[in-house]
């Protein structure tokens, strides 16, 4: 049993590029989330889904966008990668209410240029 | 939306003393509240959480309070270990309402264990 994975485990890109940040959990949970965090910022939620198929704006969605096609994966795209993007990136999962645990991937570390 | 404030950013106690970190967070609705830890390089990982209607949880050498008139919750650690170096990071979770979900967190404690 994986857990949760997310790839690549780090990546460097030109700014302006398109980056996709892949998620992916076996568990079946039904809730994900993605997370950035910065140094001496915490975590910061990005976006989450309660659900496949639907999906929702967390505290800094700007720049980001994700989509929910199934139950296992959870991908979020840069349309248009700054600098200011550069963060470490981690993907969750929970099974949702009452069980709030979220599992953590490993985590994507990008760096814009 | 919600904001939890974490304290302090950093905390060094000898080996074999206790730890406590403190936060605070601001919608009275809020109903969950885990606290996690992250070693260098890792992903965070849970380690003890709390649910708005208990005041008080243990796990072994560690608990959390919390107190909801006053909002807010306390890790602690008793007989700090060097293993217990890393950095602690509360959260709150407001309750689902029209969908919004998701954990709001402090900026984060590094403790740092002395031998």
């Known amino acids: 049993i994986a857990g949760i994975t997310q790839a690549p485990t780090s990546q460097i890109l030109a700014a302006g590029r398109r980056m996709t940040l892949r998620c992916t959990q076996d568990m079946r949970h039904n809730a994900m989330y993605w997370y950035r965090q910065d140094l001496g910022l915490g975590l910061r939620l990005i976006h989450y889904?309660?659900?496949?198929?639907?999906?929702g704006k967390g505290e800094v969605p700007d720049g980001y966008s994700v989509s929910r096609a199934n139950t296992d994966d959870f991908p979020l795209t840069l349309a248009s990668a700054v600098p200011s993007q550069t963060s470490v990136y981690f993907c969750?999962?929970?099974?949702?209410?009452?069980?709030?645990?979220?599992?953590f991937g490993p985590g994507t570390r990008l760096t814009v240029l | 939306g919600e904001n939890v404030e974490q304290h302090p950013s950093t905390l060094s106690v000898q080996e074999g003393d206790s730890a406590v970190i403190k936060c605070t967070y601001s919608d009275s609705a809020s109903n969950y509240f885990p606290w996690y830890k992250q070693e260098l390089g890792k992903r965070p990982q849970l380690i003890i959480d709390i649910r708005s209607n208990v005041g008080e949880k243990k796990d072994q050498r560690i608990a959390v309070t919390l107190n909801k008139t006053a909002k807010h919750f306390s890790l602690h650690i008793t007989e700090t270990q060097p293993e217990d170096s890393a950095v602690y990071f509360c959260a709150a979770r407001p309750p689902e309402q029209g969908g919004a979900d998701g954990l709001t967190f402090g900026k984060g404690t590094h403790l740092i264990i002395q031998p």
């Open positions: 969750a999962s929970s099974a949702g209410a009452p069980h709030n645990e979220q599992f």
């Open positions: 889904s309660n659900t496949a198929g639907t999906t």
